[in-house]
């Protein structure tokens, strides 16, 4: 005769007694363990700092000229685009943890952790691109590391953000060469 195993699910009766509690919260259930504000915090830093990378790439795109100029103005609007999709990732995350994304352009780089450097031709801009890469890099090493096993949800989400940003300083180290 087998012994019971413990249940690895909590008790069902009090997870449905507290589903029906604050459901106006969404997802944001009573057993969240991270610091919401905090969370939110970072990530509309994040959001800023994916901002100002679409719009850097976009300047980049139209301004990229030279005899190299058609493929590495593609890489920087496929980099836009991706970008992109990373801020919007972002803002529907700050929405689900009943906060609000801060999109609004006054303190924008001031929020972000990468800066908005033009660059004066199609090297400086691919090493002005490849700096902010790395410095987002490491901003969401951080992010993931404080959110750790709190909030897997986000851990998730940053660590796919983290692995385009690394995807995209690779398309550029390789671009200098």
Request: net charge negative; hydrophobic share 40%.
């Amino acid at each position: 005769m087998k012994a019971d195993k413990p249940s690895i699910i909590k008790d069902v009766k009090t997870i449905r007694e507290r589903a029906r509690q604050h459901i106006e919260e969404g997802a944001l259930t009573a057993d969240y363990k991270a610091d919401r504000d905090t969370v939110v915090k970072l990530l509309n830093e994040a959001l800023a700092t994916e901002i100002v990378c679409v719009l850097r790439y976009r300047r980049h795109y139209f301004m990229a000229e030279g005899m190299n100029a058609d493929s590495v103005k593609a890489e920087f609007l496929t980099h836009a685009g991706e970008e992109q999709a990373h801020a919007d990732a972002l803002a529907e995350r700050i929405v689900q943890l009943g906060g609000e994304p801060n999109l609004s352009p006054e303190g924008l780089s001031t929020r972000s952790h990468s800066e908005y450097v033009e660059g004066e031709n199609l090297k400086d801009m691919i090493k002005e691109d490849l700096i902010a890469e790395r410095i987002a890099i490491e901003s969401y090493r951080d992010m993931i590391a404080f959110v750790g096993s709190d909030d897997p949800t986000t851990r998730r989400m940053l660590e796919k953000i983290l692995m385009k940003e690394e995807e995209h300083a690779e398309d550029l180290v390789s671009l200098l060469k």
